[in-house]
């Protein structure tokens, strides 16, 4: 099958899925509980309920495919064809009522990303993209800006206290860069540096579900998306992210990051 085909096939898998977090979104009763990680981050039956929803869609559209998931681990194997995902990215977005909470799938082939979807359920935006191919928006065409100067660039800080207890000083010099920079989480920051909206985001304390179907998104939009020192993205980075829309943006963030 082809890259395109199976981009179609899991944009229509979480455009469907969109209805399972929306059915509670700024409801009650969504059995909030906290995970046992760094973070203490809140999971809710909502969660639990998109990725199962997905799971049972990609399940049937492609059998014998590995699938990765954050909230029920991993199921096959991850070499060859697999897929990961994260249903509900920014569940404390999702539990607050803020519409900022996506829905992550990305496909991949021995462990390299092929195909990436955000899909932002209470938007009603999903964002495709496709290795070696293009990236769109709800089916239109998106591209990165063509920003080279980070004294013109439009920055999004994602995980600011993560970032202040890692590194003040770096928080510092991140947030006097820039024309316009803003303090933000998750996924719709990167998928926005896509659609030619934004032109950088600073990342940190990421997991491959966070980051790796972002990749095909980035790339196919033209824009660039590594770990801090410049390497490609893999199931093994250590979650420190930075996405930029040219080449000589990315260059100058990295240089900024490094001190």
Not at 54 to 68: C, D, K, M, Q, W
């Amino acid at each position: 099958m082809m890259l395109e085909e199976i981009a179609r096939i899991a944009a229509r898998i979480a455009e469907e899925a969109s209805a399972v977090p929306m059915r509670h979104f700024r409801q009650g009763g969504l059995g909030i509980e906290i995970k046992d990680d760094h973070d203490a981050s809140p999971v809710t039956v909502a969660d639990r309920a998109t990725e199962e929803a997905i799971r049972a869609a990609l399940a049937s559209e492609f059998p014998g495919h590995g699938i990765f998931g954050e909230e029920f681990g991993t199921e096959g194997s991850l070499e060859g064809p697999a897929w990961i995902i994260d249903p509900i990215d920014g569940t404390r977005f999702f539990l607050t009522g803020y519409p900022a909470f996506g829905m992550l799938i990305g496909h991949l082939v021995d462990g390299v990303p092929q195909v990436g979807i955000v899909r932002m359920p209470a938007l009603n935006e999903t964002f495709a993209g496709v290795l070696g191919g293009g990236a769109v928006l709800n089916g239109a065409p998106i591209a990165v800006r063509a920003t080279r100067s980070l004294a013109e660039a439009r920055i999004f800080i994602n995980e600011a206290e993560r970032m202040t207890d890692l590194d003040p000083a770096l928080f510092a010099r991140l947030c006097r860069l820039g024309h316009t920079r803003r303090v933000s989480y998750d996924c719709y920051p990167h998928a926005m540096v896509a659609a030619g909206q934004i032109d950088a985001v600073t990342d940190i304390g990421l997991e491959p579900y966070d980051f790796l179907p972002l990749v095909p998104l980035i790339e196919a939009a033209g824009g660039i998306i590594t770990d801090w020192e410049g390497r490609a993205l893999s199931l093994g980075s250590d979650g420190r992210v930075v996405t930029a829309a040219t080449p000589e943006l990315h260059a100058a963030l990295l240089d900024v990051i490094g001190g």
